[in-house]
């Protein structure tokens, strides 16, 4: 599975943004999409996921951001809303077979990640 992040930038406080994440190499349906976030020098952080288990968010996020997915576009989206400089990160989409987890190191595919700057 080959996964391609998109949608990060600049946005200021308060704003609002959405992170795409386009899956390609084998069926989306059967996989679980977990989003997670790295700010600089601080390990990386599970920031949602989606799977056939539900979704599931992170504390610091719950109520502000938002997972969905479009299988028919093989696309699992992130909509950050009320956004913070805290949100400062690169996120990644990451994938595993059916069940979400928290965990990074379940997930066995990774995107490239993008950049989210919040200014405040």
């Known amino acids: 599975v080959q996964l391609q992040a998109s949608g990060g930038g600049l946005v200021q406080a308060g704003g609002s943004q959405r992170l795409s994440c386009e899956a390609s190499g084998d069926t989306f349906r059967d996989y679980a999409m977990g989003w997670f976030r790295q700010a600089p020098g601080l390990g990386r952080e599970f920031v949602g996921a989606?799977?056939?288990?539900?979704?599931i968010y992170a504390d610091s996020v719950k109520g502000r951001f938002t997972i969905s997915r479009d299988n028919a576009k093989n696309t699992v989206y992130l909509q950050m809303n009320s956004l913070s400089p805290e949100d400062s990160a690169v996120y990644y989409c990451?994938?595993?077979?059916?069940?979400?987890?928290?965990?990074?190191?379940?997930?066995?595919?990774w995107g490239q990640g993008t950049l989210v700057t919040v200014s405040s």
């Open positions: 989606i799977g056939v288990n539900g979704v």
């Open positions: 990451a994938a595993r077979h059916l069940f979400y987890s928290r965990d990074e190191v379940a997930y066995k595919y």
